[in-house]
């Protein structure tokens, strides 16, 4: 059984920083990535960034870019880690974020590609 459980969220002051963390035990068959998403109250859940399952490759939602970086540390066989470092935070950022492991192929930015999902952490930025 694969689970996922997120930590770091919290309140912050625009310009500040906050990193998350994902830790995920076990592997599910054909994982591609591991990706973060947000919820803001009232919208869908939509796309924030994405490593492929090797950490080689990183992917980022446009409004992200340059101010969030993702990570994967694969050191422990038993624990996969999935880290968000999120830098120069805006309050259009507040938002519940998700982790999650996308095993339906090469879609990163599509949720419906990802089929473990942890509890999600609140992220709030004040102005």
């Known amino acids: 059984q694969v689970q996922l459980a997120e930590s770091g969220g919290g309140l912050v002051q625009a310009g500040g920083s906050l990193m998350l963390s994902c830790a995920a035990s076990?592997?599910?068959?054909?994982?591609?990535?591991m990706g973060w998403f947000r919820q803001a109250p009232g919208k869908g859940r939509e796309f924030v960034a994405a490593?492929?399952?090797?950490?080689?490759?990183?992917?980022?939602?446009d409004s992200v870019r340059g101010r969030f970086m993702v990570s994967k540390d694969n050191r422990d066989n038993a624990k996969t880690t999935v880290s968000l470092q999120m830098n120069s935070l805006k309050p259009e950022d507040t938002a519940v974020y998700y982790c999650?492991?996308?095993?339906?192929?090469?879609?990163?930015?599509?949720?419906?590609?990802?089929?473990?999902w942890g509890q999600g952490t609140q992220v709030t930025v004040s102005s």
């Open positions: 076990g592997r599910p068959s054909n994982s591609h990535y």
């Open positions: 490593v492929g399952w090797r950490g080689d490759y990183t992917y980022y939602e």
């Open positions: 999650g492991i996308n095993t339906g192929g090469d879609k990163w930015y599509d949720g419906k590609e990802y089929d473990y």
